[in-house]
């Protein structure tokens, strides 16, 4: 059975990807902080599905561990969906907020994609999926940090599909748009333009079934992102995004 690594796995995409890829039959690796969470989640996972989970403790801003981890955690499909939103207007006065965005949402998927990339390209095979997010498409004066650190990781994920393409690598990004998670309970969203876990994890599925290179959830994020793109930078400076 192929086996699948899911990093940041106690997210809440994490969890409805983990679902979907149980129910394919895939053999599990939950990694990520909340050992509590995680141990929960490979008992629910094993007994509805008959298939092998393990847990293993993975932080993604401890790049030192990251290639003893993947080395003891190997698999054939990794989802990269840890994630930190934080605070912006803290971030804007204080380092540690600033490096914590940065850290969580680029290098630390940065230092451990390149861990597994290197292994799928010495095997030619495998598929990695990548959570990023529309955020990273224009830096907005409200979200710029967790923004930037988005568009690292998307064009991260597309140099490393450039490079992979001819070793049979596949690599997926996922842009959720806006997801009724953890992440955003403490905002409003605009229930046309949200997705739920579930719409996230069946993108997800098809993204792998068709091997796609970008997925937007909602189809709709991808002209609404089109359209801010285009919009001139001496208009969209004055903007109150
Ligand atoms: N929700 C949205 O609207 C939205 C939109 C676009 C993209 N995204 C992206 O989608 C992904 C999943 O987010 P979500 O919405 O499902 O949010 P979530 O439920 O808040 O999950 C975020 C996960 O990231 C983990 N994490 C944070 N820092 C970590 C670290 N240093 N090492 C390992 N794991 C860490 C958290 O683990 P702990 O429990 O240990 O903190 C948590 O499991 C993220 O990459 C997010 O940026 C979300």
Known sequence: MPTALILGAGSDMAVAIARRLAERKYDLVLAGRDMELLGTLQKDLQIRNGVQVTTATFDARNYDSHPAFYAANKADLCVCAFGYLGDQDKGMTDW??????????????????????????????????????????????????????????????????????KTGVTVITVKPGFAATRMTAHLTLPPALTASPEQVAAAVIKGIDGKKNTVYVKGLWKWIMLAIRMIPENVFKKMNL
């Open 96 to 165: 540690t907020e600033a490096e914590r965005i940065l850290a969580t949402n680029y290098t630390g998927a940065v230092s451990i994609l390149n861990v597994v990339a290197e292994d799928y390209i010495k095997r030619q095979t495998g598929t990695i999926i990548g959570i990023s997010s529309v955020a990273g498409d224009r830096g907005r004066g409200s979200n710029y940090l967790y923004g930037s650190a988005k568009a690292g990781f998307t064009a991260y994920l597309s140099g490393l599909r450039n490079r992979a393409f």
